[in-house]
């Protein structure tokens, strides 16, 4: 059975909140397929909040997406976004956060940090392409020329901006300090 304190609850609810908010900071491109900094929030969070926290934030920020709440990109929300055309990069979120946090518990060795981050992510842009394929009855050539080369090249700046930043937050003296315990 899962525990989590209230101080560990308002910390998930406050980066759910911030999940939502840096969703909408968004660039559509011509596939439908908007270019957002989504997936350098989730980065973050293995970070900030770790893999149990993490997943638990993400979990959050999908759940109230598909209840309705406007939270994803671009302003929307439903289970209609989840089951559509983009729904499968959110589905990919919590398996990247969760792996990503394991990973930086285990050591703070840059190389591997980054390594793990690029690959989270491409798994992230195989999944949302897959279930672009899917959705839209395309073939899966044209799913990777949509969803996923277009994307590559800010994954990996994602990456390795979610490293910097996220390390340099998380061992902040201030941070620590409101960080659960």
């Known amino acids: 059975m899962f525990h989590f304190t209230t101080k560990e609850l308002t910390f998930c609810a406050i980066l759910a909140a911030l999940?939502?908010?840096?969703?909408?900071?968004?660039i559509p491109f011509a596939s439908g397929v908007p270019f957002t900094l989504q997936t350098l929030v989730v980065l973050l969070l293995a970070f900030i909040a770790g893999a149990r926290l993490?997943?638990?934030v993400i979990c959050l920020y999908i759940l109230l997406g598909a209840l309705g709440l406007p939270v994803f990109a671009e302003m929307s929300g439903g289970a209609q976004v989840l089951i559509g055309?983009?729904?499968?990069?959110?589905w990919s979120f919590p398996l990247m956060v969760y792996i990503l946090g394991l990973v930086y518990k285990q050591t703070n060795r840059f190389s591997l940090l980054f390594s793990t981050a690029v690959l989270v992510s491409i798994?992230?842009?195989?999944?949302?392409?897959?279930?672009?394929?899917?959705?839209?009855?395309?073939?899966?050539?044209?799913?990777?020329?949509?969803?996923?080369?277009?994307?590559?090249?800010f994954a990996i700046i994602?990456?390795?901006?979610?490293?910097?930043?996220?390390?340099?937050v998380a061992n902040h003296p201030a941070f620590q300090q409101t960080l659960p315990s």
Do not use: D, R, Y
Request: charged share 5%.
């Open 19 to 26: 999940t939502a908010i840096l969703s909408q900071i968004s």
């Open 54 to 56: 993490g997943t638990l």
């Open 85 to 90: 055309p983009t729904g499968g990069f959110l």
């Open 123 to 153: 798994g992230n842009l195989l999944i949302g392409s897959g279930q672009f394929m899917i959705v839209m009855g395309v073939s899966f050539e044209q799913a990777l020329i949509a969803c996923f080369w277009p994307f590559l090249f």
């Open 158 to 168: 994602k990456s390795l901006l979610a490293i910097i930043i996220g390390k340099k």
